[in-house]
């Protein structure tokens, strides 16, 4: 069996997969897909091509989604899942280049516009399109990891750009240079057809070289836009904020109540003594192992199940009774009676210190030295992580799914904004995005569309990963958040990577380990690790003044016209396609 378009399909996936963590070479990711981008013009049959192609995407999402099986012994459907169904994406993109070569389109146009249109769809895809809401058939759901521009994450002067058009728009510059290379080493016509079939020799160099010019000035424009960006006044000094990390598993997490409790109250105590003391200590996506429960608006509490009302008592008196002392972000579960029933939330719940009624003096006892303050659910829920899509009518789709069923999270429907003022009398707002909602460009950009915050959170329980290189990724995918609302972001994460990630996507502050001196005291080291990986699998707390951007991106107000451009272009040429195959019929 002749290979030769096997091997370079499967090369792609390989050189792709190490454009990414854990080898990280960002590099790569700007000839990664030219192998790959050989089957537009490969003389062999359709089947051949679109297995070819089919493999290369295989590969690739089998070695870079290689970390979800890690999660639980059933992850490993999951992971089955991803690997067979993602590279149906990479074939609908080379249909769709195909299309636009037979009118002429040239691969540095062709490539990119189907790159991320497809990278678009696989964000959103089935149910996550917000056109949707108008037929009641919004759920926000998809993949929006290993973007192609997310290669470049370390590239601060190039994706700066994504304040401008999101990641989106790094994945076009990216995907250009790919289409650019490959038309200096592909054959000249496509399979006899094509207006490159009949074109003399130097009107395809004048081709190829038009492509290059093209891709070159959108790299240089987009470095120059960069540094302009860079250029900008120093940031404010925001409020001093302590994110906590532990090193939990997921197992001992789900099973050792008690390890989970000892590791984060002696984790919070270590933030809450540090000099000067926070304006606000953030925990880890549900690593509180208390329920916050409340009674919807017009609920009446009394009717709720004793069961739930027993958990509420229990809820007021662990962080209401308490004095907190500090403003405190939790990450945990959250319980409520709507008059007919109990919804489970993903939720960050936020409490402050109580004002001391008149005439109260130091030492007076107080019924609530604490007061809730507002509480954020998670809206774009994890596939069999936080419930199982159509489980009702497959319910063999409970396969893919570690958990036993009722564990299901209902999704939040506000982008809470927390109000918190420092001890010096300064008022500042933040939003929370919780675990992989920081992977999806869509929700962070609506905290500054209106009513800008000052500054964001992103709390996650990345304990299920053991290590791997999820959490490196992980944190690479949120500088471009950052970059996007032009808004600081502190992460608190669970076996990390914790850290501070400022609005020009540095990651400027990573936590210090906790560790216990010879003398058998906790103490932190004095300074965080430089090396990502040094800062995952640790005990540790992040504690920074957050950097304050009040520049308004011009992504927040545009939104997704990258890819609904690519989509228009796409579909135009589709058209064009079709018609003039009519035509020469």
Not at 232 to 239: E, I, L, Q
Not at 289 to 310: I, L
Not at 469 to 481: G, S
Not at 546 to 570: E, F, H, K, M
């Amino acid at each position: 069996m002749k290979t030769h378009v096997f091997l370079p399909a499967i090369a792609s996936g390989a050189l792709l997969w190490a454009a990414f963590f854990p080898l990280d070479l960002g590099m790569l990711g700007f000839v990664a897909l030219v192998p790959w981008l050989t089957l537009v013009r490969a003389p062999v049959s359709n089947r051949r091509r679109y297995f070819a192609a089919y493999l290369g995407g295989f590969t690739f999402f089998a070695l870079a989604t290689n970390w979800v099986r890690v999660a639980h012994p059933m992850m490993i459907m999951s992971w089955i899942g991803l690997s067979v169904v993602m590279p149906v994406f990479w074939l609908a993109a080379l249909a769709i280049i195909r299309r636009l070569d037979r009118v002429g389109a040239p691969m540095a146009l062709s490539v990119p516009v189907a790159w991320v249109a497809l990278e678009y769809f696989r964000m959103h895809f089935p149910t996550g399109f917000p056109f949707m809401k108008q037929i009641g058939a919004y759920q926000m759901i998809g993949f929006g990891w290993y973007y192609l521009g997310y290669t470049q994450h370390s590239f601060l002067q190039l994706i700066q750009i994504a304040d401008f058009g999101g990641v989106y728009v790094v994945s076009f510059v990216v995907g250009a240079v790919n289409g650019a290379l490959v038309e200096w080493i592909r054959k000249p016509a496509l399979e006899g057809t094509g207006t490159a079939a009949t074109l003399p020799s130097p009107q395809v160099k004048a081709a190829r070289i038009g492509g290059l010019v093209f891709a070159l000035a959108l790299v240089g424009t987009s470095i120059g836009y960069g540094y302009w960006r860079f250029d900008h006044p120093a940031f404010t000094d925001g409020p001093l904020v302590a994110a906590i990390q532990g090193n939990v598993s997921q197992g001992d997490k789900m099973g050792d109540t008690a390890k989970l409790v000892s590791s984060y109250s002696q984790l919070h105590m270590t933030a809450f003594t540090e000099k000067p003391r926070p304006d606000l200590i953030i925990w880890p996506e549900t690593c509180c192992p208390v329920d916050w429960c409340s009674v919807a608006p017009g609920a009446k509490g009394e009717d709720a199940p004793e069961e739930f009302q027993r958990w509420r008592l229990i809820s007021r008196k662990e962080f209401l009774e308490r004095d907190w002392n500090t403003p405190v972000l939790f990450g945990l579960n959250g319980l409520e009676w709507d008059g007919s029933r109990v919804w489970k939330y993903n939720s960050a719940f936020m409490v402050k210190p109580a004002p001391k009624p008149e005439g109260w003096l130091p030492g007076d006892p107080v019924l609530f030295p604490s007061a809730p303050v507002d509480r954020y659910d998670k809206m774009h829920l994890v596939p069999f992580g936080e419930y199982v899509p159509l489980g009702e009518q497959l319910p063999f789709m409970a396969w893919f799914t570690p958990y036993k069923k009722g564990y299901e999270c209902r999704p939040g429907e506000k982008w809470t904004r927390f109000p918190l003022t420092t001890r010096d009398g300064r008022p500042f707002t933040f939003g929370c995005l919780i675990c992989y909602e920081d992977s999806d460009p869509y929700l962070a950009r609506q905290y500054v569309a209106s009513e800008p915050v000052d500054f964001l959170v992103n709390i996650s329980n990345d304990g299920w990963f053991d290590g791997t290189e999820e959490h490196e990724q992980h944190l690479a995918i949120c500088r471009f958040r950052a970059i996007e609302a032009r808004r600081s972001i502190v992460r608190s994460v669970n076996m990390g990577i914790s850290g501070l990630i400022d609005a020009d996507g540095r990651v400027v502050t990573l936590p210090r380990q906790l560790i216990r001196d010879s003398n058998d005291k906790l103490t932190l080291k004095e300074k965080p690790q430089g090396e990502w990986s040094e800062a995952k699998k640790i005990d540790g707390v992040m504690t920074a003044t957050v950097p304050i951007d009040t520049r308004r991106p011009l992504y927040a107000s545009l939104g997704d016209w990258v890819p609904a451009g690519c989509w228009l272009i796409a579909f135009v040429g589709i058209v064009a396609s079709l018609v003039k195959r009519k035509v020469a019929v």
